[in-house]
């Protein structure tokens, strides 16, 4: 089993920046990409920004600029550096990742979410 852990979420003024962190542990083999998508209510979870193991990166056109995904393969940990927030930033953020684990199964895992609410 693989857990994945997220933080630094709250509240923050339009303009402001943010950070959060995703940890994943557990049965690891190795973890083919990483990423973070929002949802707000009544609207579909969508993409945020990706990153692959080989740390090619891919975003959400509405986020370009703005926010940076990186990662620390050493702690099995992906970031998202959240720069000049809107209000429409306002959502659950969720971590996710794909994950070979020690019994060679490849699945994808999410993270229990995040809020992040920018007021204006």
């Known amino acids: 089993q693989v857990q994945l852990v997220e933080s630094g979420g709250g509240l923050v003024q339009a303009g402001g920046s943010l950070r959060l962190s995703c940890a994943a542990s557990?049965?690891?083999?190795?973890?083919?990409?990483m990423g973070w998508y929002r949802q707000t209510p009544g609207k579909q979870r969508e993409l945020v920004a990706i990153?692959?193991?080989?740390?090619?990166?891919n975003y959400a056109d509405s986020v370009k600029g703005r926010f940076t995904i990186s990662k620390d393969d050493a702690k099995n940990t992906v970031y998202l550096q959240m720069n000049s927030l809107r209000p429409e930033d306002t959502a659950v953020y969720y971590c996710?990742?794909?994950?070979?684990?020690?019994?060679?199964?490849?699945?994808?895992?999410w993270g229990q979410g995040t809020q992040v609410t920018v007021s204006s």
């Open positions: 557990g049965r690891i083999l190795s973890i083919n990409v």
């Open positions: 990153i692959t193991s080989g740390g090619t990166t």
């Open positions: 996710n990742a794909n994950v070979w684990d020690i019994s060679r199964r490849y699945q994808g895992y």
